[in-house]
Nanobody
Framework: QVQLVESGGRLVQAGDSLRLSCTASGRALYSFAMGWFRQAPGKDREFLAATNWNGDITRVADAVKWRFTISRDNSENTKNVVYLQMSSLKPEDTALYYC??????????????????WGQGTQVTVSS
């Protein structure tokens, strides 16, 4: 079992940048492809970005592709971290942001139903 923990969410102003982090306990993240999603009140959970186990394949949703990037650091000293770098933030980016992982060995995916491990989320609020 793997427990995911997101961090880095906070209140920012429109145009700011922010980096979210995802770490894991229970099992090293390098075993897993990883994804980032977000969910705003009253809306479905939305795919943002995904990466394969070593970060050499990434996919970013068209809606945010020029502003968001995903990366990961599988080095032992960082305890395996997956990042979501966000820039030029807009009020409509306000949401609860989640990192997630499919079962070990499964590929990165844009489909929320392919993910079985989820963090509790970190809140990002963008003021205008």
């Amino acid at each position: 079992q793997v427990q995911l923990v997101e961090s880095g969410g906070r209140l920012v102003q429109a145009g700011d940048s922010l980096r979210l982090s995802c770490t894991a306990s229970g099992r090293a993240l390098y075993s897993f492809a990883m994804g980032w999603f977000r969910q705003a009140p009253g809306k479905d959970r939305e795919f943002l970005a995904a990466t394969n186990w070593n970060g050499d394949i990434t996919r970013v949703a068209d809606a945010v592709k020029w502003r968001f990037t995903i990366s990961r650091d599988n080095s032992e000293n960082t305890k395996n971290v997956v990042y979501l770098q966000m820039s030029s933030l807009k009020p409509e980016d306000t949401a609860l942001y989640y990192c997630a992982a499919p079962s070990a060995g499964r590929p990165a995916s844009f489909n929320v139903h392919d993910y079985v491990h989820w963090g509790q989320g970190t809140q990002v609020t963008v003021s205008s």
